[in-house]
Each structure stands twice: as structure tokens, then as C-alpha cells.
């Protein structure tokens, strides 16, 4: 948390629910820096994350919209994370004692430069006591049919990315983005990473577990709505290296569990609405 306290408060929004768990989201790509869980910080954050208002946020949950990847149109990974995004609903208490907070994005001359598309998306936050639930909806305002593909780019923490399993990818077929896109099938329960990893798994279950995070005594449980892909990724050592918003050494620390929408485009008709979500529910880790 001591990057984000350092930050332009005009930049970041709180959502503090009491008892060490709170959340801060930067308005840069409505990017949620940090997710202290009891006391534990879930989220990874590079040390040498850049907060210039231009560069995409280097850990955190980042916003992929409209285009997962290298885009023809635009910056990879879409310009919602680039973005600044408006603060919809300042964070509030509901019965529960749940904080909730949303924030929006609209088409403008930037977006229309590359992307002529007309889009509002409402992207809400709900902080409860050991879950965190988001939900991006995308509105078409369009008059045309339009295409696009979205992923919430989720950086998890980890003292030994190692000694983090993500549980549930069993028998899927992945894209292996670091061997020339072979499509190959994934025969382990429990995937355990050691090198640089860039795989698309497509055709999810609604639910995945990620294991050993945070300090290493908390596991994960990933729920998703509409996002039938999860996406994993860790630079390891050279491509590291290679990112001037990356510590050397910080791929031991974290693991990149993408829950997305990216294998095939998502149409959307005039006037439609479609909602996808996720929810991140902390226990305590398997025993593996
Ligand atoms: O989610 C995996 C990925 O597509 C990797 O290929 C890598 O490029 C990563 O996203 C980070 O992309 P970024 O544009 O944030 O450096």
C-alpha cells in the first residue's frame, strides 16, 4: 500500500470497509491498485510502476477493452486502461456494510480516433469481508453492430510464484503464446509455473482456484460471469528484464490470472447491454 499512499489523493479512490480490508483504485484505467484483505494485500504492484497518466498501471487489475493483444487500431490491450475514467459512484456503505463504487467510461474524440465505435461501460466494485466482486458492463450506443474482446487483468501476489497452483484448468486446450501459438491440452491438476508463461485457456469452468498468494497462507477462488477464457502469465527472468516498469527480480512475486473474454470477439447489437463479471473470494490456501 505505501506506493498508493503516495499517490495524488485527485488520482486514487478509497474503499475502506473497516478491519484492514479496503481497496484503491486509480482513476488512470479505473486500475485497482491494491486489495488489502484483513490486513493482507492480495494484488501485486511493481515497485517501478509508472503514474504518469499515460502508461498503463504495471500491476493491479488493469482493463482490457475492446481488444485483448496487439491491435491494429490501437495500444495493445485496448485504451480503457489508458483512459482516465470518471468516478460514477463515490464509494458507499450498503447493509452489509459492503463498499461499493462505480466508474464509467464513454467514447470520446481519443477513443473514436482509433476505434470509431460508441461504447459507455460501468465497471463496479463490491469490497466485502473476504470477497471482492467486479462487474464490467458494456453498453453499445452505436447504431451498428460492433465487435470486441475485454479481460480484467488481474495481478495476484505471491511470496513464490513457484508454489502457486492454479487449480481447474485440468483436460482444456490452451494457446501457447511463448511456443508459436501451439494449441496444445493441459493434463496437470495443479499448474505450477517455472518459466515465462503465456497461455490462453479457453472454454473455462465458472470457477478456478489460485493457491498460495498473498503471503502464501491464502488461496484464491476465482468465479466468473461471461469470461469463458483465463489467461496466465509471468514474464519470468529475461522478458522481465526487458520492462523498464518491472522490477528484475519481481516475476517471483507475482502470477497473472486473466479471467477475459478474448478467444472469440463479442458482437453487440444497438442499444444492447452485456455484463461480465468476476468475484475473488479469499480462503485460507490448500493444502496442496
Ligand atoms: O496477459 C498476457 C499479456 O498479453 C502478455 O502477452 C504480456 O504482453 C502482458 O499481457 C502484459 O502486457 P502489457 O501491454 O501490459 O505489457
Not at 468516478?87 to 452489509?96: A, G, M, N, Q, T
Request: glycine share 6%.
Amino acid at each position: 500500500m505505501d506506493v498508493v499512499q503516495n499517490l495524488p489523493q485527485s488520482d486514487v479512490v478509497i474503499l475502506d470497509r473497516g478491519d484492514g480490508t479496503s481497496a484503491a483504485v486509480h482513476l488512470h484505467g479505473a486500475t485497482l491498485l491494491s486489495w488489502q484483505c484483513q490486513g493482507k494485500e492480495i494484488l501485486f504492484l511493481s515497485q517501478n510502476a509508472v503514474f504518469d497518466h499515460k502508461k498503463a498501471i504495471r500491476g493491479g487489475v488493469p482493463l482490457v477493452f475492446p481488444h485483448f493483444g496487439p491491435w491494429q487500431h490501437g495500444p495493445q490491450h485496448g485504451f480503457a486502461r489508458i483512459k482516465r475514467w470518471k468516478l460514477e459512484i463515490p464509494p458507499s456503505k450498503d447493509k452489509h456494510g459492503n463498499v461499493i463504487s462505480a466508474f464509467s467510461l464513454e467514447d470520446d474524440e481519443f477513443t473514436r480516433s482509433s476505434w470509431e465505435k460508441r461504447f459507455r461501460l460501468v465497471y463496479t466494485l463490491v469490497l466485502q469481508e473476504k470477497e471482492l466482486s467486479f462487474s464490467l458492463v458494456v453498453h453499445s450506443n452505436d447504431q451498428n453492430p460492433f465487435e470486441f474482446t475485454t479481460l480484467l487483468h488481474t495481478y495476484f501476489r505471491t511470496p513464490d510464484v513457484t508454489r502457486t497452483a492454479v487449480i481447474g484448468l485440468q483436460q482444456l486446450k490452451y494457446t501457447d503464446k511463448v511456443n508459436n501459438d501451439q494449441v496444445l491440452e493441459e493434463t496437470r491438476e495443479a499448474i505450477l509455473l517455472s518459466e515465462n508463461y503465456d497461455r490462453i485457456y479457453s472454454n473455462c469452468p465458472p470457477e478456478i482456484v489460485v493457491g498460495r498468494i498473498a503471503d502464501g497462507n491464502c488461496s484464491a477462488v476465482l468465479r466468473t460471469l461471461n469470461f469463458p477464457d483465463i489467461v496466465l502469465w509471468n514474464p519470468w527472468t529475461e522478458k522481465a528484464k526487458a520492462m523498464s516498469d518491472f522490477g528484475d527480480e519481481e516475476y517471483k512475486n507475482m502470477i497473472c490470472v486473466e479471467a477475459g473474454n478474448v478467444s472469440q470477439p463479442i458482437k453487440i447489437d444497438p442499444g444492447q447491454q452485456i455484463e461480465f463479471t468476476q468475484s475473488i473470494q479469499i480462503l485460507p490456501a490448500p493444502s496442496l
